[in-house]
């Protein structure tokens, strides 16, 4: 790769929240993009294609197209996932596979394929979009939380086969964003706004900047050469804290 050529990320479920927002940024610092949704995706100068992360097809047909427009690999941003919020008694089968295809073996197929480029470049970065549910156990999570420990355990894996040959491998862990996942969940009446900014001592969710700027810094080896095999928590200290809550938010007043 020259100078004047532009660097190439792959980013999944780019259509809305976190992907669409770290897509504007990656585009701001000169990526050129190659996006996958389930949904059509507008507003972008990109490559972009409908397809389902979890379809070994679907993914297969994503990398060729990449590779045909633009020859190489250098970020793959694994960020489609999908949520589910129930009593583990009441989480049918089904669903509790829909969940693991979609947030763990998505990323297995895209890193998968794309890891093999990247490989045979000798140089690239991966970033999985995991959770803090993936670092804590959350009530009436099990689907989501067994999919984000999961995916966390999968970027250590592929850190240590793939880290000596140039391919850094690292997960971004976000609290609580504000997205339209999140609003679809407390619109199910999963949650309420202050459930979030009561336990996490920044005393706010995040926002699709939060995450994107840290995907960025982990795309970029000029920041983060010697980053590798990291769970990366964005997340306004939720996972750190174990106050309870007239602790914290008494420490907040002071």
């Known amino acids: 790769m020259t100078d004047d050529t532009p660097r190439v990320a792959a980013i999944t479920g780019a259509a809305q929240g976190i992907g669409r927002r770290t897509a504007q940024l990656l585009a701001a610092e000169g990526f050129a993009l190659a996006l996958l949704d389930r949904n059509p995706i507008a507003g972008f100068d990109a490559l972009c294609c409908t397809g389902d992360v979890s379809d070994e097809s679907s993914v297969s047909a994503f990398a060729r197209a990449v590779q045909a427009r633009y020859g190489r690999i250098d970020v793959l941003v694994n960020n489609a996932g999908i949520s589910c919020i129930g009593p583990t008694e009441?989480?049918?089968?089904?669903?509790?596979?829909q969940v693991l295809e979609v947030n763990l073996t998505g990323p297995f197929l895209l890193s998968q394929v794309f890891g093999r480029q990247m490989l045979a470049q000798g140089s690239g970065s991966i970033v999985n979009i995991a959770s803090v549910a993936g670092l804590r156990g959350i009530a009436d999570r099990a689907a989501y939380?067994?999919?984000?420990?999961?995916?966390?355990?999968?970027?250590?894996?592929?850190?240590?086969?793939?880290?000596?040959?140039?391919v850094r491998v690292n997960a971004v862990c976000p609290g609580w964003v504000k997205t339209e996942m999140d609003e679809a969940d407390q619109a199910a009446g999963g949650y309420a706004d202050t459930d979030i900014t009561e336990h996490t001592p920044a005393g706010r969710f995040a926002s699709p900047e939060d995450i994107a700027q840290a995907v960025a810094f982990l795309a970029d080896p000029a920041r983060s050469?010697?980053?590798?095999?990291?769970?990366?928590?964005?997340?306004?200290?939720?996972?750190?804290?174990?106050?309870?809550?007239?602790?914290?938010l008494g420490a907040r007043g002071r």
Do not use: C, F, M, Q
């Open 145 to 166: 939380n067994a999919s984000k420990h999961g995916l966390i355990g999968l970027t250590r894996t592929l850190a240590a086969e793939w880290g000596g040959r140039g």
């Open 225 to 248: 050469a010697y980053v590798n095999g990291v769970a990366l928590s964005v997340d306004g200290g939720w996972a750190a804290d174990g106050s309870w809550p007239a602790l914290r």
């Open 90 to 97: 009441e989480t049918p089968a089904p669903l509790w596979r």
